[in-house]
């Protein structure tokens, strides 16, 4: 039997459908609120209770620290699969037989050579560009080399314009980054693996030969895996919300980049190396800045830490906390920051404020140590985010589109002013 809810407004009453998902989680659909109350609307600051879709894509259980992508638990895909496997299986809902993961990657690397013309864009950025300004911007000038839009209605519009972002947003990632450092603007290599390119990629000089180091393969195939899909957070929203337009693929995805950007979101992972090599300037006192962090009148945050969704542990730290220590065991850095992070963790773990307020480590609190230890800039981290992020994004917006969700367009309550009167500009 399906359930109701019931709300009374103005001594009405009024009944609503609950929707139930897979996972038995409820939703009050309000669809009809505004009409059947005569125009009253909710307000949900930060949409902490608000669902904007039904999704297949990927399930989490905050409470209990649960992530799968299409019903596949993320500490199995990250041990047992590899990013290009995940990246299809978030897409197109299925795990790929060897043959089809074989088109996909071969399709990626036909699709994956960037206009030469996009190095002119780049040049004219200042080398103190931020990356994530960069990379959004040459993610929506790919719009201008690919004007035609894509048929949402034919599957082979739909593929070849994700075959195409997968080719090509490496390669921007790569120049994004060698672009800052000076290095020659090159292409890739199409005899490797996807992870491997994007790392011959990225470090390649002009006058050494690349030699590729299965760990860092390895650890960046899972932080990217880790990164791929996280339902629908700010810049996943965005994403969805710029697509309902029927924007294109590639500005809905340059506008998620800019979302991702922020402190708060992708960010952190900048700002809590920061934050660690801070701490280590300063002397290396925890306790100072954890004092700072509970501080009411103090704007600094304990970066890495919090999560609007995770109440109990963020899974994805767990793995990545792992994988920090072995990835600098394995390649025998010790690493001040790593300690300093450990200390700081378990202090927060033991802070009644913490406690109080569910605060726990996210999996931005370590991916960081794991970039420097790679060699990868700390104004990269978040490029990297991105990286990971993409083929959610992409999944995100297909299922939107498949949908034929409506557009976005939230309401407000209005709390300016009242009608007033036109004052000529001599009266003001
Ligand atoms: N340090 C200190 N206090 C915190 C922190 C923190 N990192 N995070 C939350 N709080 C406090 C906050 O001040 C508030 O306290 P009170 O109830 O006394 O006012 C309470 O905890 C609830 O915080 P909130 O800001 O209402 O929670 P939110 O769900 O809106 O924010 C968050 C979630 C992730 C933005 C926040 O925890 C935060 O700013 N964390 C630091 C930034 C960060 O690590 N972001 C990466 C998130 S994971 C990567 C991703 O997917 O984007």
């Known amino acids: 039997?399906?359930?109701?809810?019931?709300?009374?407004?103005?001594?009405?009453?009024?009944?609503?459908?609950?929707?139930?998902?897979?996972?038995?989680?409820?939703?009050?659909?309000?669809?009809?609120?505004?009409?059947?109350?005569?125009?009253?609307?909710?307000?949900?600051?930060?949409?902490?209770?608000?669902?904007?879709?039904?999704?297949?894509?990927?399930?989490?259980?905050?409470?209990?620290?649960?992530?799968?992508?299409?019903?596949?638990?993320?500490?199995?895909?990250?041990?047992?699969?590899?990013?290009?496997?995940?990246?299809?299986l978030?897409?197109?809902?299925?795990?790929?037989?060897?043959?089809?993961?074989?088109?996909?990657?071969?399709?990626?690397?036909?699709?994956?050579?960037?206009?030469?013309?996009?190095?002119?864009?780049?040049?004219?950025?200042?080398?103190?560009?931020?990356?994530?300004?960069?990379?959004?911007?040459?993610?929506?000038?790919?719009?201008?080399?690919n004007p035609s839009s894509v048929n949402v209605d034919s599957e082979e519009d739909m593929y070849n314009s994700v075959v195409k972002i997968l080719g090509k947003f490496p390669v921007l990632v790569a120049w994004t980054m060698r672009k800052k450092h000076g290095l020659p603007?090159?292409?890739?290599?199409?005899?490797?693996?996807?992870?491997?390119?994007?790392?011959?990629?990225?470090?390649k000089k002009p006058n050494e030969e690349y030699v590729q180091n299965q760990i860092l393969v390895d650890a960046l195939d899972k932080l990217l895996i880790l990164h791929a899909d996280h339902e629908q957070n700010c810049s996943t929203?965005?994403?969805?919300?710029?697509?309902?337009?029927?924007?294109?693929?590639?500005a809905s995805l340059s506008a998620g980049i800019s979302a991702l950007w922020g402190p708060l979101h992708g960010g952190a992972n900048q700002a809590v190396l920061e934050m660690l090599e801070a701490i280590k300037e300063d002397g290396?006192?925890?306790?100072?800045?954890?004092?700072?962090?509970?501080?009411?009148?103090?704007?600094?945050?304990?970066?890495?830490?919090?999560?609007?969704?995770y109440k109990n542990f963020d899974p994805r730290a767990k793995i990545i906390k792992k994988s920090a220590d072995e990835v600098l065991g394995d390649l025998g850095i010790e690493d001040p920051i790593l300690d300093i992070a450990k200390g700081l963790e378990k202090e927060a773990l033991e802070d009644q404020y913490f406690v109080d307020r569910k605060l726990y480590p996210n999996v931005d609190f370590y991916s960081g140590i794991i970039y420097r230890a790679m060699g990868i800039p700390t104004d990269m981290f978040t490029v990297m985010f991105a990286l990971g992020r993409l083929p959610g994004w992409i999944a995100q917006w297909r299922e939107m589109r498949l949908r034929k969700e409506p557009i976005g367009r939230p309401r407000q309550l209005y709390i300016g002013e009242t009608y007033r009167p036109f004052m000529t500009i001599k009266k003001r």
């Not at 297949?56 to 905050?62: E, R």
């Not at 005899?191 to 491997?196: A, H, I, R």
């Not at 929203?237 to 590639?250: D, E, M």
């Not at 006192?285 to 954890?290: E, I, L, Q, R, V």
């Open 1 to 88: 039997m399906s359930k109701i809810a019931t709300l009374e407004v103005n001594g009405q009453k009024h009944e609503f459908p609950i929707l139930v998902g897979s996972e038995n989680e409820s939703a009050i659909n309000i669809k009809t609120l505004r009409s059947v109350t005569g125009g009253v609307t909710t307000i949900d600051p930060g949409y902490k209770n608000t669902g904007s879709c039904e999704s297949s894509i990927t399930f989490l259980d905050g409470e209990k620290g649960i992530l799968r992508y299409r019903g596949y638990s993320i500490e199995d895909l990250a041990e047992k699969a590899d990013f290009l496997e995940v990246a299809y």
């Open 90 to 145: 978030l897409i197109f809902g299925e795990l790929p037989t060897q043959e089809q993961l074989d088109k996909f990657h071969s399709d990626i690397r036909e699709k994956s050579i960037v206009d030469d013309d996009v190095k002119k864009i780049l040049d004219a950025f200042p080398k103190t560009a931020h990356p994530m300004g960069v990379l959004s911007s040459l993610t929506s000038a790919l719009t201008a080399f």
């Open 185 to 203: 603007l090159d292409y890739g290599d199409n005899s490797l693996g996807y992870v491997e390119n994007v790392l011959k990629m990225m470090f």
């Open 237 to 250: 929203s965005t994403v969805r919300i710029v697509g309902s337009s029927h924007a294109g693929l590639f």
């Open 284 to 309: 290396g006192d925890t306790k100072k800045y954890m004092a700072k962090a509970k501080d009411k009148s103090d704007p600094f945050r304990l970066m890495g830490f919090g999560h609007r969704v």
